[in-house]
């Protein structure tokens, strides 16, 4: 199994950036380098939507329309590592974020991860 920890929310000013980590630690026999990793956030009152994600080598990416070409997701495998660098923040930017992993396939249907860790908040203030 996999187990993850992100960290790196904040309170920022709007068009600030922050970087957001995911750390796995993974149970004998599992490597972080088979998953699949997104990063999803939830608003208060909102469903929980995909931000972006990253293939189990790093090959390719997934983002929401409302957030390419100013977030950039990547991962270290050898650090058990993925990361969430969001520039030029909005405050609609405000949410609970999540790291998941599955070793099916990269979806943007947060039902599709079986491996969550607990959030870390961010407040975008304007």
């Known amino acids: 199994q996999v187990y993850l920890v992100e960290s790196g929310g904040g309170v920022v000013q709007a068009g600030d950036s922050l970087r957001l980590s995911c750390v796995a630690s993974?149970?004998?026999?599992?490597?972080?380098?088979?998953?699949?990793v997104a990063w999803f956030r939830q608003a208060r009152g909102e469903d929980r939507a995909l931000v972006a994600g990253?293939?189990?080598?790093?090959?390719?990416?997934d983002y929401d329309d409302s957030v390419r070409g100013r977030f950039s997701v990547s991962r270290d495998n050898a650090q058990n590592t993925a990361y969430l660098q969001m520039n030029n923040r909005e405050p609609e930017g405000t949410a609970l974020y999540f790291c998941?992993?599955?070793?099916?396939?990269?979806?943007?249907?947060?039902?599709?991860?079986?491996?969550w860790g607990q959030g870390t908040q961010v407040t975008v203030s304007s």
């Open positions: 998941a992993a599955n070793v099916m396939t990269l979806s943007r249907t947060p039902g599709k991860y079986d491996r």
């Open positions: 993974t149970a004998s026999g599992y490597s972080f380098s088979n998953y699949e």
């Open positions: 990253i293939r189990y080598n790093g090959g390719d990416t």
